[in-house]
């Protein structure tokens, strides 16, 4: 069975802390791996897709890497407005358009 | 240009009753989908349109949930009879259809709450 599998389930951090969060995934084969950010009482925001190991996208201080096993999506110097949840979703290759989403990171960034 | 439209961002409806969700796509997209969040769970897919016609329902719930997209512009989704478990978000997702891979960009979402 496919799953996704994000953590910390929460991340509090101060200005100008980096980190990373992680979205790991079992599935048999996958398509594309894609990254959302959702703030409150708004839909999902699209931020990046990862096709295949090794790649990397780059959007102002969010980077996002692909493994075979799992992705990391690095927040480098946050500033409050990167407060949001982060969603890692996945799309397989024998289920073309359908998303399956992890249950997502709630990042809060102090000033 | 637009993004994807929700209409209406929040209903409120006792069990039993009906409730019908509108969604229109970003103007050229082909694909459209209906996601759900319900509460303590992460966001499920419960179908994909591919202009007027179902590409993949495998998320739909039960009978009670029925979509439509007449002309494969807009889409409604409509709950009938509406229970309490069917309280939540419901999103919906349009893309185009090109290259390797579709981004999905969603709307902000319709609120139902059953009582």
């Known amino acids: 069975e496919d799953q996704v599998t994000q953590s910390p389930e929460a991340l509090r951090l101060q200005e100008g802390e980096s980190s990373s969060l992680n979205c790991s995934y079992t599935?048999?084969?996958?398509?594309?791996l894609f990254w959302y950010r959702q703030d409150p009482g708004k839909g999902p925001e699209f931020l990046f897709t990862?096709?295949?190991a090794g790649e990397e996208k780059e959007k102002e201080r969010l980077k996002a890497t692909l493994t075979k096993k799992e992705s990391f999506l690095h927040i480098t110097a946050p500033k409050p407005e990167d407060s949001a949840t982060y969603l890692c979703a996945v799309m397989t290759t024998d289920s073309w358009g359908k998303l399956q989403f992890g249950a997502g990171t709630q990042v809060v960034v102090t000033p | 240009e637009a993004g994807v439209t929700q209409f209406p961002s929040h209903s409120v409806i006792e069990k039993g009753q009906t409730v019908t969700l509108r969604c229109d796509p970003i103007?050229?997209?082909?694909?459209l989908y209906w996601y759900r969040r319900v509460m303590g769970k992460e966001i499920k897919f419960l179908l994909h349109f591919v202009k007027e016609s179902k590409q993949d329902e495998s998320g739909m719930p039960n009978n009670r949930f029925l979509a439509e997209r007449t002309g494969g512009t807009y889409s409604t989704l409509k709950v009938q009879p509406a229970e309490l478990e069917d309280s939540g978000f419901y999103f919906c997702?349009?893309?185009?259809?090109?290259?390797?891979?579709?981004?999905?960009?969603f709307g902000p979402g319709t609120r139902l709450l059953v009582l």
């Open positions: 997702a349009s893309s185009q259809t090109s290259g390797r891979q579709e981004t999905q960009y």
């Open positions: 990862l096709y295949s």
């Open positions: 599935v048999s084969g996958l398509r594309g």
């Open positions: 103007s050229g997209h082909d694909n």
